[in-house]
């Protein structure tokens, strides 16, 4: 219905507009009144529209608005009474303000709902991108198109805030379907392509770990040397150089290492060849010596762009001589006037030159000029002539080690090969820095550095006064011919100096005659934490020092990784068990006068005070007829402050000359005898004494009476005869004597493989004889081991022979290997098999238990078969490494890290390793270098601290073992 009356009221207006203009129906002959027309328009059309438009702010009632007002208009410039026409005119000027001000609610209300729509549209659009399916390659491709046509919506929408949060979920979710695309494609070579004379670039589809790729190149089936292998920084593609340039032909690279099955890809090569020829500049100066000639300088492209030398031209000079003095290495040629005469300065010359081989040709001319001098450097940077590279020049750079390269130009722009650097003026802004020195070395003519096929000249850097404070230079290099000024500014900053130092309280406590470590934070002008022994001694003044002389005081000392730390070494007197001795620690930064102080306490010197028990190694379970050996090291023994003191710590106690050891009380007659270092007879107290004497153990040795146990006393003394003994520090250790009778069963070791060296008239060497171990099994499950005296052994063979527990090669009538006793019916090599029979015997002879032991016996020549390293040097393969003086380290130090070697058959074997060293890493100025390299006598020189590399050693049986060293502090 409203629609309806909309309709009506459209056709209304338009009926009033079509009378207005004169179209009325032929049949009414009455003129139009077109006054009373505009007033009943106004009443009762404009104004009722007017107040629903405000109502229904729609746009459909806005448009009939604007109808209803137009047709006025049409009418009030039909009336011919200005009465009238003022009066019509009037009443609309009186609407107007409100209709235009409807008219602009309206179009801003729709408005709005447009850009909510098209907000709500490019919302429906992004959900539907972010909630696509990027499981497989298809659906990733139908997300793309959800991400075409979100963007697409977004770019529509005009509210800046709520298109920048759309546009970042687009752009969010952009990088889920990339991510999603590369790791649902499967990696493949998308090409292979010849960049330069001597490198293919490789792009695969998506980014590759680097770490994990390996490239093999290939060309017709013959594998070609590369020299490196750089990959871009997004991993996509990667460069292969190599050694030589690429010949003509199909060139197949490989990588390995990323995916199961190695990826490839080919390019076809064409021999390196001219591609261009350049004339370099459109000015030929006379040579300075010569007025009859000129230089002109060219250059030879390959097709790659890049600059080649040595080519030959064929060059048609058109003042009809030859050219002179060619150097295709520079690419210079002189030309000659014609006839006698002179070149004239303006004159003009034509040059063609042919390369033939490749049918390339140029055509130039030149303009003669006056003879070319040095006009302007072209720097190109700061060159370290140790690690042969360029770099920036650092604040206390060492003098001899870097020199400033350039390149110059003469007054017609052409490079010059040879210039005259006399002619050449160079200055520094920064003599504190870099100094301008000349009479002593500043920028002094150095040799010439080539790199990438470029030669440029270089000039020595020379330190100056405050080298170690950096800044900021200008090197100006002036022509003393034309007076143009070139310039290079260097920047660095200051070397890191200690600005604060500060001393901690040490964790642990410090006891006359001992070192503790003195924590510290010390701080350079940057806020970094400085920790290098280099920047921290001789920076920060210390008191007390350490001297040599004084035994005690504070220093620096330098760690394997170049670090420092912090250590007091206390007096050896001035405390005692009731007074500690306090010492005042200071500190003071040289520069700046920053100040730390510190106060600790020096103890009594530390002192065995208490037995604690007994270690680990030792059992306290004997087998009668057995024994355990205890000696002072077996012993845990603690100081008066609660510390476990050390083996030696304890054994120089002990070697106090007239004093000091260790009393042994056991009970005559009870299950153990206690015997001094083994020898002698039993007695109730026995004496360790000095580690330098023969009394430096006890023997507990099982007897034959029927106790089981026996509670055995350690006490310290202070008295080398076992007087003066300390009684808090006795520590009572009860042992138990095993019998057959206690056994739950017997368990006999395994043997191993046994070596024979198949000579029938005499006996293998004893090192290969094998002991056999038998076990007693306690309730408790512990293994107790038996005496030779309590089993027998037994050989299915008589070309073995047994004595106690230890098992032999017979002297005679053994395994001959010329009667082919190691071998099979075939000829071929084999083992032989014997069984051992271990019979526990009671204690009436009778068998308790019958063990039979396989034991295989070899002729097989003893060979490395395990190689064990040292733990305390060798961690996960890692190890530091200390050189002597010159940076030394020889075949010994090197081998110095294997603890053991042994054969095949368990016996510690002899062999000097072929040495070689890989994976060299040298630290900044190092100049390390290795000599023998793959051979037993493999060395180093020149070592530096931070070095590394890997010294793989190899034995004559194939097995290989590695480290992987750095180098530490030199010893």
Not at 497 to 523: C, H
Not at 699 to 716: V, Y
Request: aromatic share 6%; charged share 20%; net charge neutral.
């Amino acid at each position: 219905m409203a629609k309806a009356k909309k309709m009506l009221s459209l056709a209304m207006a338009l009926l009033v507009t079509v009378g207005s203009l004169g179209y009325a129906p032929k049949a009414s002959a009455a003129a139009v009144d077109y006054y009373k027309v505009a007033l009943k328009s106004y009443s009762v059309y404009l104004a009722p529209q007017l107040e629903k438009t405000k109502q229904t702010q729609t746009l459909e009632d806005l448009k009939l608005l604007q109808s209803y007002y137009r047709s006025i208009k049409i009418h009030m410039s039909k009336i011919t009474n200005a009465k009238q026409k003022s009066e019509v005119s009037n009443k609309l000027m009186a609407i107007s303000a409100d209709i235009v001000k409807t008219i602009n609610e309206v179009k801003a209300k729709v408005a709005n709902e447009d850009a909510a729509k098209l907000v709500a549209a490019a919302e429906e659009a992004v959900k539907a991108y972010e909630a696509a399916d990027l499981s497989t390659l298809d659906k990733v491709a139908a997300a793309k198109e959800l991400g075409k046509k979100a963007l697409e919506a977004v770019a529509k929408v005009t509210d800046a805030a709520k298109k920048a949060d759309l546009e970042a979920k687009v752009k969010a979710m952009d990088k889920k379907v990339t991510d999603a695309e590369a790791k649902l494609a499967v990696l493949k070579v998308e090409s292979v392509s010849a960049i330069k004379a001597k490198a293919l670039k490789v792009v695969f589809n998506k980014a590759v770990d680097d770490t994990k790729a390996k490239f093999e190149v290939k060309k017709d089936s013959i594998l070609v040397n590369t020299e490196k292998v750089e990959f871009a920084a997004d991993k996509k593609s990667a460069v292969i150089t190599m050694v030589t340039n690429l010949t003509k032909g199909e060139y197949t690279v490989t990588v390995s290492g990323l995916t199961e099955t190695a990826i490839s890809g080919k390019v076809t090569v064409d021999d390196v060849k001219v591609a261009k020829i350049n004339i370099l500049s459109t000015k030929a100066p006379r040579l300075n010596n010569n007025d009859k000639r000129a230089l002109v300088s060219y250059e030879v492209l390959n097709q790659y762009g890049e600059k080649i030398t040595g080519q030959t031209i064929s060059w048609t000079i058109s003042t009809g001589k030859p050219v002179y003095n060619e150097n295709t290495i520079n690419g210079t040629f002189e030309i000659e006037a014609a006839g006698t005469s002179d070149f004239i300065p303006g004159q003009v010359v034509y040059i063609t030159g042919v390369h033939a081989a490749s049918a390339t040709v140029v055509n130039a001319q030149v303009e003669i000029a006056l003879a070319a001098e040095p006009n302007e450097v072209v720097f190109k940077g700061v060159y370290d002539t140790t690690n042969s590279k360029l770099v920036d020049l650092p604040a206390g750079f060492a003098n001899g080690r870097y020199v400033l390269l350039f390149q110059v130009k003469d007054q017609y722009n052409n490079l010059m090969a040879s210039p005259n650097l006399s002619k050449l003026v160079f200055t520094s802004n920064n003599p504190l820095f870099v100094s301008s020195d000349t009479a002593n070395g500043a920028f002094a003519s150095a040799t010439d550095v080539t790199i990438d096929g470029v030669t440029y000249k270089a000039v020595a850097l020379k330190a100056g006064s405050s080298v170690n404070n950096g800044g900021t230079v200008t090197i100006q290099a002036i022509s003393s011919v034309t007076g143009k000024i070139s310039t290079y500014t260097i920047e660095a900053k200051a070397l890191a100096a200690v600005k604060t130092f500060t001393m901690s309280a040490p964790a642990k406590m410090v006891a006359e005659g001992e070192k503790v470590e003195i924590p510290f934070t010390a701080v350079d002008q940057y806020g970094n934490a400085v920790t290098k022994y280099s920047q921290l001694n001789g920076s920060v003044t210390l008191s007390p020092l350490y001297s040599v002389s004084a035994g005690y005081g504070l220093k620096f000392e330098e760690q394997n990784d170049g670090t420092a730390k912090l250590y007091y070494y206390a007096q050896a007197d001035g405390a005692n068990d009731n007074f500690d001795l306090p010492v005042y620690l200071t500190s003071v930064v040289t520069n700046g006068g920053n100040f730390s102080s510190l106060m600790i306490s020096v103890k009594e010197k530390a002192r065995p005070t208490t037995i604690v028990g007994l270690k680990s190694t030792k059992s306290t379970y004997v087998a009668k007829g057995n024994y355990v050996d205890i000696a002072s090291t077996d012993l845990v023994i603690q100081d008066q402050y609660g510390r476990t003191m050390t083996d030696a710590a304890v054994k120089a106690w002990l070697d106090i000359a007239s004093a000091n050891s260790i009393v042994v009380e056991s009970t005559t007659g009870s299950a153990f005898d206690v015997l001094l270092d083994g020898a002698g007879s039993d007695a109730t107290k026995q004496v360790i004494a000095a580690s330098t004497s023969s009394a430096i153990k006890v023997r507990l040795s099982a007897n034959n009476t029927t106790d089981k146990t026996e509670t055995i006393k350690f006490t310290l003394a202070t008295g080398d005869d076992g007087s003066n003994p300390v009684t808090v520090s006795t520590k009572s250790i009860v042992f138990t004597k095993t019998f057959k009778s206690d056994y739950t069963s017997f368990e006999v070791a395994d043997f191993g493989k046994m070596y024979n060296d198949g000579i029938a008239g005499s006996a293998t060497a004893s090192t290969h004889n094998k002991t056999v171990k038998v076990y007693g099994v306690l309730a408790n499950g512990t293994k107790v081991l038996l005496p030779a005296a309590d089993y027998s052994l037994a050989l299915t063979t008589s070309k073995l022979t047994t004595s106690g527990s230890i098992i032999a090669d017979v002297s005679t009538g053994g395994f001959d290997k010329t009667a082919n006793d190691f071998k099979d019916a075939s000829g071929n090599a084999k083992d032989v098999k014997v069984t051992v029979l271990v019979t526990v015997n009671g204690d009436s002879g009778e068998a308790l238990q019958i063990i039979e032991k396989e034991l295989v016996v070899s002729n097989e020549q003893p060979k490395v078969a395990t190689v064990t390293f040292d733990e305390d040097l060798v961690t996960d393969g890692k190890a530091v490494i200390n050189p002597t003086t010159g940076g030394v380290i020889d075949t010994n130090n090197l081998k110095s890290v294997i603890d053991e070697v042994k054969d095949q058959y368990g016996v510690e074997f002899t062999e000097n390793p072929t040495i070689i060293i890989t994976n060299l890493v040298k630290v900044d100025g190092s100049t390390l270098t290795v000599s023998s390299n793959g051979t037993a006598s493999a060395s180093i020189a020149n070592a530096t601290m931070g070095d590394k590399f890997t010294a793989t050693f190899k034995y004559a049986s194939g097995v290989t073992v590695k480290v992987d060293f750095t180098v530490g502090l030199t010893q």
